[in-house]
């Protein structure tokens, strides 16, 4: 079974004053790519949130984000640099005056300053971070299990589409039966036109038939195309199915596809060996996608 890269999920604790969300999202990625926002009083948790994230989320893009709401707002104590505030103020207006501007809204743009305002963020008590980790495994589990729904869609598109290049190998199949015949036939007239037929030594002749119509025969690459096929359909459906194990599957079937294609020599068979290797290239586009 396997799961698509991308996810989202989200937890939600309430508390008596208001409530603590965790989102977490993903997109594709080689490797897990670890983005974490966090309020500051919660920043001596990151490396543990790193560690439990690369345990259980794996690869991709992650972005990693906890809010804290609170109802009453006046829980949260802030203190006024005044000193800094006044510094600002007394440069704000000398430079209105320099500049013949009004003073009005100094006093507000001042206020607003880097630093002039702070905020308590002392750190949590141990209770509060309990439920802040509930929401995180929370948000997990929601995140894990849009990843399982968006990795079926994709097992059943994956599946058709390897389903569609086997069945485009049948009818290379059906169209290769007077392939050989109808390559002997064409070689033997253009050989009897330029050195006459009188001239030609058969047992020459078939031998270099022989090895030439050996040089195009594509039953091998059937069935090592149909190996191939196979053996991507059941890791699909294996319980450690991973994207990476898939993409160098594909890249064996791609293989046999081309030197089928390569070994055609038939118009028709060419136009089904073009469809496989469409099928193809949108299964590995899809697998980009797989975890």
Excluded at 80 to 107: H, M, P, R, T, V
Aim: glycine share 4%.
């Amino acid at each position: 079974m396997i799961k698509s890269m991308t996810g989202y999920g989200t937890g939600i604790k309430n508390l008596p004053n208001g409530k603590y969300t965790v989102e977490i999202k993903s997109l594709n990625s080689k490797f897990l790519e670890l983005n974490i926002k966090l309020p500051k009083a919660f920043s001596d948790k990151e490396f543990f949130l790193r560690n439990e994230c690369s345990k259980l989320l794996e690869r991709g893009k992650v972005m990693l984000s906890i809010n804290a709401e609170t109802i009453d707002n006046t829980s949260k104590a802030a203190t006024i640099n005044k000193d800094l505030l006044k510094y600002y103020f007394k440069e704000l207006q000398s430079a209105a005056q320099d500049l013949g501007q009004s003073d009005d809204k100094l006093f507000v743009a001042a206020i607003n300053l880097p630093e002039v305002i702070k905020y308590d963020e002392s750190s949590v008590s141990e209770e509060e971070w309990k439920l802040v980790l509930e929401a995180f495994y929370a948000s997990v589990d929601n995140f894990q299990k849009f990843r399982a729904d968006e990795g079926a869609v994709l097992e059943k598109d994956l599946t058709e589409r390897v389903q569609t290049i086997l069945d485009l190998m049948e009818l290379v199949a059906k169209n290769e039966t007077n392939r050989i015949p109808a390559i002997k036939e064409k070689l033997t007239t253009m050989l009897s036109d330029v050195v006459g037929k009188d001239k030609v030594d058969q047992n020459r002749l078939e031998q270099e038939l022989i090895y030439y119509i050996d040089k195009l025969d594509i039953t091998e690459e059937k069935v090592r195309l149909k190996s191939h096929c196979d053996y991507f359909i059941e890791t699909l459906k294996n319980k450690d199915a991973n994207g990476k194990k898939l993409g160098f599957i594909s890249q064996e079937i791609g293989r046999e596809i081309n030197t089928m294609g390569s070994k055609a020599n038939d118009a028709n068979i060419q136009r089904y060996v073009v469809g496989m290797k469409e099928e193809l290239e949108k299964i590995k586009e899809q697998l980009l996608n797989v975890l």
